[in-house]
């Protein structure tokens, strides 16, 4: 597993991110090559995002986005639930995550990634991987 990026992060080992998250807010749960690749996208597009829990255990990012995202996020790749107080990937209480944040190096960190910027993200992302890229067959004769 890679967690490969063209750009600069910072990484920090345990259950609570580094930078401090808004007392409501929601979190979106994502495959993990699906999420970061959106979220690499959207640090070249220019967009600041928040701190991201990457689960290694269970292939997963948790990207802390804006309150009030739950009711409005229907996406197939993903799915957003309300906060995260324990930082779990998946749905049951009993499973653990083993993890790691990773936060931008930015001058002013911020503790939420636009969800609506992310959304739009992923979608993109999902479609470019999910689209063969097309093959050029070349004729050779000797």
């Known amino acids: 597993m890679s967690l490969w990026s063209r750009h600069l992060w910072h ?12 007392r409501v807010h929601d979190t979106v749960r994502v495959g993990l090559a699906l999420g970061l690749s959106a979220i690499d996208a959207l640090v070249a597009g220019g967009t600041v ?7 290694l255990e269970h292939q997963k990012l ?7 995202t739950v009711h409005r996020w229907r996406a197939a790749h993903s799915d957003c639930v309300p906060g995260a107080k324990t930082w779990r990937c998946v ?14 190096p930015e001058p002013v960190p911020v503790a939420t990634t636009p969800a609506d910027a992310l959304h739009d993200a992923l979608s993109r992302t999902r479609d ?14 000797a």
Do not use: H
């Open 62 to 68: 948790l990207v802390p986005v804006e309150s009030d």
């Open 91 to 104: 749905s049951d209480g009993f499973r653990s995550c083993s993890g790691l944040w990773v936060t931008r």
């Open 49 to 55: 995002v928040g701190p991201l829990r990457c689960c």
């Open 128 to 141: 470019r991987m999910r689209t063969p890229t097309p093959q050029r067959w070349e004729l050779c004769c």
């Open 11 to 22: 990484v920090a080992f345990g259950e609570q991110p580094p930078v401090a998250l808004p």
